[in-house]
């Protein structure tokens, strides 16, 4: 039977549009989902937008449009943004949609049968950017700890025994060293829990922009109930559905620190009062800042993900964000690091690999693989450690992962410098010009097949230019007993990777 792998963006909020950081969380997924695919499993891999609440609601209002008008607009341009980043998710869920609905009710129902949910009012605080009820005692100068406006809200609503869950989630917590990561997110996490848990409000009476409580229409459920519940109502709970069965519980919830809170306390907690099973794994990524300054509307600053893939490519963005910050630190955009980086890594490394290599073998080798075998040692690609880039991904390390593939290239270059093929072709020497370009070919090969979570398109365009079938591209084909064929012929080679130019503030950077 197949191993099954699911792994989930946050769901986005519908009042603004997508930006690198959005891009960056749905990146991370995808190179996961295309590694796991790629080593065997059958994945689900689940993005989607989050469309409820007061802030959805008052910013269509702003425009003078209706929240569902706003969403449907929005929702639109994530899916877009999924596109454009070539982002491989299996479903796109919207909050609005029914399945869901009913989905996050029959959750709902469950914790209320269990007896966690009960009436009363909330007096406090509130922020609508956060979405988030803060107690007075959080307050730094009358604002949010995250620097929002706070209101006063004071009607009736439903009450979540979150204070139940304390004893429970910090046993859990101890038995699961792995639920979050990295390592001090996760101690703040407990720290939180041990300060102690009140109980959570979770449905609001002052506006309509929500799903109705089950058995009692006059309150919506506060949002991040609903939009927590995306994650099952995907699987069809609460039908008990194959995907459900094959994909519950998740493997990795993928979030921004920013949202940590609802994952790693709420969710779970809501989930123990449901009765069902708890993700495995919570991952907490780092925030971009851009050229130093945080990003905001007010700054004007954010970056829009077509306008880097416009300006630098697509494989080269994904592979700047992946790679520009070990995962879980916070990072910072530059456009000079990016070029700096691409042009260092992907152009002259990579690139060069794999064009002086292959142009070689289409001139000097009647345009067919070569006659060889992997025998020389000292190529490096022969020992190509995938646990340990596998490990690598498990623990989403993804600049690790691409160190060993930049590692990898870097060995094959040198290879190429020190046999250099065109002094044995000058010399005559044409069968041992063929075998060493036999080895770069080979390890070009296994470099490339590495390379298709990160990098997909350029990868399989090296890949065609190596004729590699389509079905021969997992990680089982690293193995010597898929190497390439000598006598296959090739067809004319490309250059993948161009080189950057630093010239244009808009635009017109790259050159072919
Ligand atoms: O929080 N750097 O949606 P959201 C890195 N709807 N990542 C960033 C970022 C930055 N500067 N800014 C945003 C929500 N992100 C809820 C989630 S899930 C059940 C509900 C990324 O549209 C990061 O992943 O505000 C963050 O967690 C997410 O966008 C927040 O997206």
């Given at each position: 039977m197949k191993k099954h792998f699911y792994i989930t963006t946050p769901i986005y909020y519908v009042n603004d549009k997508p930006h690198i950081g959005h891009a960056y969380t749905s990146v991370a997924c995808d190179v996961l989902a295309r590694f796991k695919r790629l080593d065997g499993f059958e994945v689900k891999f689940l993005s989607g937008t989050d469309e409820h609440g007061q802030k959805v609601e008052k910013s269509a209002a702003a425009l003078d449009i209706s929240p569902q008008a706003m969403a449907d607009r929005n929702s639109e341009h994530f899916r877009q943004m999924s596109a454009l980043m070539n982002i491989s998710n299996d479903d796109f869920i919207r909050t609005t949609e029914s399945r869901h609905k009913r989905s996050a009710q029959a959750l709902w129902r469950k914790m209320q049968e269990n007896g966690y949910i009960y009436p009363g009012k909330y007096a406090g605080w509130y922020s609508v950017r956060d979405e988030a009820y803060y107690a007075?005692?959080?307050?730094v100068g009358g604002k949010a700890p995250t620097g929002a406006e706070v209101e006063w809200v004071e009607e009736p609503s439903y009450f979540f025994?979150?204070?139940?869950?304390e004893a429970p989630l910090l046993a859990y917590y101890d038995a699961n060293?792995?639920?979050?990561?990295p390592v001090s997110r996760f101690n703040e996490v407990k720290s939180f829990v041990r300060g102690g848990l009140k109980d959570l409000s979770?449905?609001?009476?002052?506006?309509?922009?929500g799903i109705p409580v089950p058995g009692d229409e006059e309150h919506i459920m506060y949002v991040w109930l609903d939009a927590l519940a995306n994650y099952l109502s995907a699987l069809g709970?609460?039908?008990?559905?194959p995907d459900l069965q094959n994909f519950?519980?998740?493997?990795v919830h993928m979030v921004g620190k920013d949202i940590l809170r609802f994952h790693a306390v709420y969710w779970p907690a809501f989930l123990m009062a449901a009765g069902l099973e708890l993700p495995k794994r919570i991952f907490a990524h780092g925030w971009w800042t851009i050229e130093g300054e945080k990003m905001s509307k007010s700054l004007g600053n954010a970056i829009a993900p077509e306008a880097l893939v416009e300006e630098f490519g697509l494989d080269q963005t994904r592979w700047f964000l992946m790679r520009e910050?070990?995962?879980g630190n916070d990072g910072n955009f530059s456009r000079e690091a990016l070029i700096a980086r691409v042009n260092s890594?992907?152009?002259?490394n990579i690139g060069n690999l794999a064009q002086r290599t292959l142009s070689m073998i289409s001139k000097n080798c009647d345009g067919k693989v070569p006659?060889?075998?992997?025998?020389?040692?000292?190529?490096?690609?022969?020992?190509?450690?995938f646990d340990a880039i596998r490990e690598a991904l498990q623990n989403c390390e993804f600049d690790k992962y691409t160190n060993h593939a930049i590692k990898y290239a870097s060995e094959a270059n040198e290879y190429i410098d020190r046999q250099a093929p065109w002094t044995l072709k000058k010399e005559g020497k044409l069968e041992e010009m063929g075998k060493v370009l036999y080895s770069l070919a080979e390890s070009i090969r296994k470099i490339s097949i590495l390379l298709q979570p990160i990098t997909p398109d350029s990868a399989s365009k090296i890949l065609d230019q190596l004729a590699i079938?389509?079905?021969?591209?997992?990680?089982?084909?690293?193995?010597?007993?898929f190497a390439l064929k000598p006598g296959t012929p090739l067809p004319p080679p490309e250059p993948v990777f161009p080189r950057l130019s630093a010239i244009s503030e808009s635009g017109e950077g790259a050159s072919a």
């Open positions: 007075e005692s959080e307050l025994k979150l204070s139940a869950f060293p792995e639920f979050v990561g979770i449905s609001r009476t002052t506006f309509s922009w709970y609460p039908d008990n559905t519950w519980p998740a493997d910050v070990p995962f890594e992907l152009a002259n006659h060889g075998r992997v025998q020389d040692s000292d190529v490096g690609i022969r020992g190509i450690d079938p389509p079905d021969r591209r997992t990680f089982a084909h690293l193995s010597e007993q």
